[in-house]
């Protein structure tokens, strides 16, 4: 039996109206191609908003042996970091 692919979605938030279609479109991906996705919702890297930069925790709590491959959208996470933190993420 083969075994039935896990990915990691990595999106800022799914309540904005510009990042909710991202994920939807996500899961209808997953679906159509028999795998598992799993969101983590870590708002924007290093944000300056209030206590939203606390929310990036989330993205080292990812058990790697468990994850086949993370989908990031940088689109919206990457507002308070330069290209080479993004490559560093």
């Known amino acids: 039996?083969?075994?039935r692919l896990n990915l990691a979605f990595f999106i800022a938030n799914t309540?904005?109206?510009?990042?909710?279609?991202?994920?939807?479109?996500?899961i209808e991906a997953a679906r159509k191609?028999?795998?598992n996705i799993?969101?983590?919702?870590?708002e924007e890297l290093k944000s300056?908003?209030?206590?939203?930069?606390q929310a990036n925790v989330i993205y080292q709590l990812i058990d790697k042996s468990r994850i086949d491959g993370i989908?990031?959208?940088?689109?919206g996470m990457t507002n308070y970091v330069?290209?080479?933190?993004i490559n560093s993420f």
């Open 48 to 53: 300056q908003r209030n206590y939203a930069a």
């Open 1 to 3: 039996m083969k075994k």
């Open 15 to 26: 309540i904005q109206p510009w990042q909710f279609p991202q994920w939807k479109s996500a």
């Open 82 to 85: 330069n290209e080479s933190e």
């Open 38 to 42: 799993i969101c983590f919702s870590g």
């Open 33 to 35: 191609n028999d795998v």
């Open 71 to 75: 989908i990031i959208w940088t689109g």
